[in-house]
């Protein structure tokens, strides 16, 4: 397994989080969540240039997306959750290799941009401008 620096919290399905861009411990971030320890093995991964682990010299999104993958493949897969610019990394985990993945949860990833051309999203566009 490609290393990767995670925190265990608990026993049995694992639970993969992975945090956002803003969040310098990603302990604190997922803190909330540690009840569900008592029923999941919580595995908070601290992305590279956060917590005590060092910027890569070549730091892309894609490094993160094989981090993740390397980490469910150890665990013959699991659950995702993914927060800000960590649900951007789970989607794209979730669409390489779907079969890993035994529920996905993002919270507010920035994937707008992604979107475009959806006629739902468009229409809350511009239900946005006309507001301003």
């Known amino acids: 397994m490609q290393e ?3 925190v265990v919290w608990g026993e049995g399905e694992p639970v993969v989080l992975v945090h956002g861009s803003g969040d310098t411990d990603p302990t604190f971030v997922w803190s909330h969540q540690r009840p569900l320890a008592e029923l999941y093995q919580l595995l908070v ?3 590279p240039g956060y917590g005590q682990r060092p910027i890569s010299e070549r730091q892309h999104v894609e490094q993160d997306v094989q981090e993740i993958l390397s980490l469910l493949d150890h665990y013959g897969g699991g659950h995702l959750v993914g927060f800000s610019y960590g649900g951007l990394i789970t989607l794209l985990v979730a669409e390489r290799q779907p079969a890993l993945i035994r529920s996905l949860t993002v919270i507010e990833p920035p994937a707008l941009a992604v979107a475009r051309g959806n006629e739902l999203v468009e229409a809350g566009y511009c239900t946005s401008e006309t507001r301003l």
């Open 4 to 6: 990767v620096p995670v």
């Open 45 to 47: 991964v601290t992305r």
